[in-house]
């Protein structure tokens, strides 16, 4: 019985195969996503989901760089801080449960993911201008909430650490923010305009909280 499975890949090599695994995931999405119904924002948020479990499961090898970040901003955006929110719960705890590690942590991404997309809730309406996303204006967000979340996650250290050490904690941890920093930039360029059609395509959630708006007023 010939063992063809008995290699194992260089960490670089693994990185590119999950890299490709990824975009390959993301190319399906935007194709697939074409053929569902228009009032199925459900279904959308479920891919958006997916999508992000994917990213931050793949990209691992690659420090504090993942699409989770960006994805709620444009969620929160788009449908809303309680979607955001919720987005931001299933990613942190199934992510971290299945794949990465669960412990009090978790609690703390959770945090500040929802904070990222109750903040694209927030600024909506500067961002998303005439249905167009102001691209200079997310990744500006993106940035900002690139430290946010990572300065939030970092405070879990206070569990079993006095304040005296935070300060030298959150300053050891500068370049990994750059780098959550930089990856964020890269997806905004990357996702945010095939997300961004997607979401504006299925978003009856809006719509329809519009609508109550003008009959009650």
Partial sequence: MYNFHNFSLTPEQDLVVNIAVFAVLIFAIIKGERKLPDNS????????????????????PLPNVQPVTVTVILVGIYYGAPWAIALSGCVALSTNMLFLGHGPWTFFQFVGWSLVGVMGSAFSQRILIDGKIAIGRLTALSVLSAFAFDWIVSASILLNHDYSTFLTYLANGLVFDLYHAIGNVVFVILL?????????????????RAVIRLVTS
């Fill in 192 to 208: 945010s305009t095939s997300l961004g059609d997607i979401m504006t395509r299925k978003n009856t959630i809006k719509r329809d």
């Fill in 41 to 60: 924002p459900l279904v959308t948020l479920l891919l958006v989901t997916f999508l992000c479990i994917a990213g931050r499961v793949l990209l691992q």
